[in-house]
């Protein structure tokens, strides 16, 4: 199967005061075909958006890549030059963001920005965007308003809307669903699945609800301090969590309470990334630790469908 | 622009009546070819240092059927003495024909909107030591007075712009070398800088060339300080997520520059651009002034004042002479009074 984004043994380090250097991704390889989903779940400060962001070649200036190759459609953008990106972004790539707000620019009416994205010479820009507009499920009118004046799910229907236009074949949603509430959110992702279905899109989904993850995505790769965890399918994911991460986070949520339950949560912060702990980055938080695991760091052992980074399923040691 | 002018009519009053006398200044100057009388370089030697002639209502006590003036006795040639001819009656008529005039580049009319006929003259702002009338040339001067603004403004403005622009969103070298550069701009005191740009080109030029000279010189030197502070405002707007957004897209960095940051900064920059006009006015006066910049008989409001310095007699004898300066001084503080209109208006905090 063709494969829209291939991720292999990505690393990115931030470069710190001095010659300092904090290394952020580690070992990060995903892959996503045709009209597939993958979801990125984590904590905040897990790597999900920096991840998302090297794809798109939008990192900090103090970030860099150390290792590793991403590949968008078969050829390697990590070395590419900015004239370069600019074709890439928006048209085989695009990119949403989690406060719609935010990222549309109060001055210009929607129309005008969505028309702004489109690239290449064409004579009927408004036409097409107004065609746009009506297959996010925005009616015509919202071509002239200004982002004040549209709530966050219109804002982000515009949003879909300027990402989508040029017709990429990958999509990068950023927690596109966070700002919003519950009944609207499920209207983006059922449009978002729409689109896929529609457009032949892939969408990588990067969100903090397991559940939503779980919903929206056949792939879920959980995150925690910037390494993979475990990559699965979502039903073994959600049904049978191997790594102790992933399990808390799914007994986390809400929907398994009963009445009266408190509410549970994994103990212990997310680490920071200039002080990671030794051996595996989660044994401080976890409830299985062995003395190997505050030694050694894990490495990829492969269980069924499930590849998983913990020593329960085997002395898988990663090399250094 | 419609909620600006009311904003504008309900919070400040002066700048608001202010915007209209300036778009009537403009209006004048555009029109000057229509309205003025005489020409600007037409000597009526005879009446050199007239004292205004302003149109009468009544003659021997009685109204006269419409406006008139009288003719001119000279009384004393040597000493400039005129005293009203009252045997000699010219009415005031309205679009009177004459020479036929370009107006705007492109119309041609021979009409002007008053004068008089025969030998009769009005001079409403008296005449100067040529006897040229001062309120056409008062009109003509505006021409240039005024637009040197708005020219050197703009031009100083799409560089200051740019040059912001691009230094605050690069960053790092550019930005060390640009903001170095405007810095050394900076470092020079403003009117000797002024002086010394224009003494380095060569004197006799053409007045359309001293024209566009003096606009380059008065905008190479606006620009640096607007540069410095667009700069900062673009280093916050950067980081703004619309801008994220544009890039994600794929728009270039001139285009996320021109379109999403620097509309950011226009609120400041509508308010500056509005405050600084009157530096271009008064640098160009002041040029004029010394000699260094419009040049005989093409007239601006600073050379017209330019005969005056240092001619005590002229300035008791002949007061009205004084005229172009009255008329610098009211566009400057109109300028200025709309400036801190629009600063309020603009200003989120007064809505």
Redesign the interface.
């Known amino acids: 199967m063709e494969r829209i984004l291939e991720i292999r043994k990505l690393g990115v380090s931030l470069r710190g005061i001095g010659q300092e250097r904090i290394r952020i991704l580690q070992g990060i390889d995903i892959s996503v075909g045709k009209k597939e989903s993958l979801s990125l779940v984590g904590e905040s400060g897990s790597g999900k958006t920096i991840t998302a962001m090297s794809v ?1 070649r ?1 990192l900090p200036n103090n970030m860099y890549f150390d290792e590793g190759e991403i590949l968008v459609c078969g050829s390697d953008i990590t070395g590419l030059e ?1 004239k370069e ?7 085989d790539v ?2 949403i ?1 989690q ?1 719609p707000s ?7 009416t929607a129309g005008t920005q969505v028309i ?2 489109i ?1 290449g010479c064409e004579f009927d820009r408004k036409g097409r965007t107004l065609n746009f507009l009506k297959e996010v499920g925005l009616k015509e009118n919202v071509f002239y308003q200004y982002p004040h004046q549209l709530s966050g799910g219109m804002q982000q229907r515009v ?1 879909i809307a ?2 989508l236009i040029n017709n990429p074949s990958l999509l990068i949603a950023d927690e596109p669903t966070t700002a919003l509430d519950v009944t609207t959110a499920y209207g983006i992702i059922e449009l978002l699945k729409d689109m896929m279905e529609k457009h032949g899109l892939s969408v990588i989904f990067i969100t903090h609800d397991i559940a939503l993850a779980v919903n929206f995505a056949r792939r879920i790769a959980v995150m925690y301090a910037g390494k993979i965890v475990e990559l699965s399918n979502s039903e073994a994911i959600f049904n049978n969590p191997l790594h102790p991460y992933t399990e808390r986070l799914i007994s986390c949520l809400p929907e398994r309470y009963k009445t009266g339950d408190r509410i549970r949560t994994i103990e212990g912060k997310v680490p920071d990334f200039r002080n990671l702990p030794g051996g595996c980055a989660f044994h401080p938080r976890c409830p299985y630790r062995k003395d190997i695991c505050i030694r050694e760091k894990p490495g990829e052992t492969i269980k069924g469908d499930t590849t998983v980074r913990c020593f329960r399923y085997g002395e898988n040691v990663e090399a250094e | 622009m419609k909620i600006f002018l009311r904003r504008l009519k309900h919070t400040n009053k002066i700048s608001f009546f202010s915007l209209w006398f300036l778009l009537f200044l403009y209006l004048l100057a555009v029109l000057a070819d229509f309205i003025a009388p005489y020409p600007y370089d037409l000597q009526h030697r005879e009446y050199a240092l007239c004292p205004p002639i302003l149109p009468r209502f009544f003659h021997d006590g009685r109204v006269s059927p419409g406006p008139f003036v009288y003719g001119i006795k000279v009384i004393n040639p040597a000493f400039k003495e005129y005293a009203p001819d009252l045997s000699r009656i010219y009415p005031v008529r309205l679009f009177t024909k004459g020479p036929e005039r370009t107006l705007m580049g492109f119309l041609k009319t021979n009409r002007y909107l008053f004068g008089v006929n025969g030998e009769g003259k009005i001079f409403l702002f008296g005449t100067d030591i040529h006897g040229r009338d001062v309120f056409s040339r008062v009109l003509y001067g505006s021409k240039i007075s005024l637009s040197i603004g708005i020219i050197g403004v703009a031009i100083s403005f799409i560089l200051g712009l740019l040059v912001g622009g691009i230094s605050g969103y690069f960053g790092g070298k550019t930005d060390t070398f640009l903001m170095r550069m405007v810095e050394i701009i900076m470092m020079f005191p403003f009117f000797y800088l002024m002086l010394a740009l224009r003494a380095a080109f060569p004197p006799n030029l053409s007045s359309v060339q001293v024209y566009l000279l003096i606009v380059v010189i008065l905008s190479l030197i606006g620009w640096a300080s607007l540069a410095r502070i667009i700069r900062g405002m673009v280093l916050s707007i950067k980081e703004e997520e619309y801008v994220l957004a544009a890039r994600s897209l794929g728009l270039s960095s001139f285009r996320v520059i021109t379109r999403h940051i620097l509309p950011a900064t226009f609120s400041y920059t509508v308010t500056a651009l509005t405050l600084s006009v009157p530096g271009y006015i008064l640098g160009e006066s002041a040029l004029s002034l010394l000699g260094l910049g419009i040049q005989e008989p093409y007239p601006s409001w600073g050379n017209m004042l330019s005969v005056t310095v240092g001619n005590l007699r002229i300035l008791t004898t002949a007061p009205w002479m004084m005229i172009p300066g009255f008329f610098i001084f009211l566009a400057v503080i109109a300028f200025n009074f709309l400036g801190d209109g629009i600063r309020n208006v603009m200003d989120p905090r007064n809505w």
């Open positions: 798109m939008l900015e990106l600019r074709d890439m972004r928006g048209s695009s990119m963001f406060e935010a990222y549309l620019n109060p001055v210009f702004e994205a690239k949003m300027m990402a």
